[in-house]
């Protein structure tokens, strides 16, 4: 007999935030930020900043929210700049996630252009540049 019906229901954008923020925990991801966006923009509901000890840690944690959210039955997640590694952007319609390398993410400084103070990427920031 087939079965009829077996679509996944949608996570609500609180659960996808959950999942992704469980699934950087997972991977070791340093330094993580969310911030709510739901009064900013309507771009998203969440953003989450985080930072890989690598190149291939950034790419590796996009990689593995990806495969979450697939695994979740929420397949329109989509990875940029996984080849690089240095700055990968997670757009998972709801949550955007921005995974870096820690010297990127200091030159960047894209919490502050949010209203989020980070002192210790500030104290980063200034020992680099």
Do not use: C
């Not at 077996?6 to 996808?16: C, D, R, Y």
């Not at 840690?57 to 929420?74: S, W």
């Not at 319609?93 to 980070?118: C, K, P, Q, T």
């Amino acid at each position: 007999m087939a079965t009829i019906g077996t679509a996944k229901k949608s996570l609500s954008p609180s659960e996808m935030l959950s999942l992704v923020q469980s699934t950087l925990a997972d991977d070791k991801a340093e330094d993580i930020v969310t911030i709510e966006l739901t009064d900013k923009t309507s771009i998203a509901d969440y953003m989450i900043i985080a930072t890989g000890s690598s190149s291939r840690r950034v790419a590796a944690m996009a990689e593995h929210i990806v495969e979450a959210l697939k695994d979740a039955g929420q397949g329109r997640a989509a990875a940029e700049g996984k080849e690089q590694g240095d700055w990968v952007l997670v757009d998972t319609g709801d949550v955007i996630v921005h995974l870096f390398r820690s010297e990127v993410r200091a030159f960047y400084n894209i919490e502050e252009m949010w209203g989020v103070e980070n002192p210790a990427l500030k104290q980063q920031a200034a020992r680099l540049y």
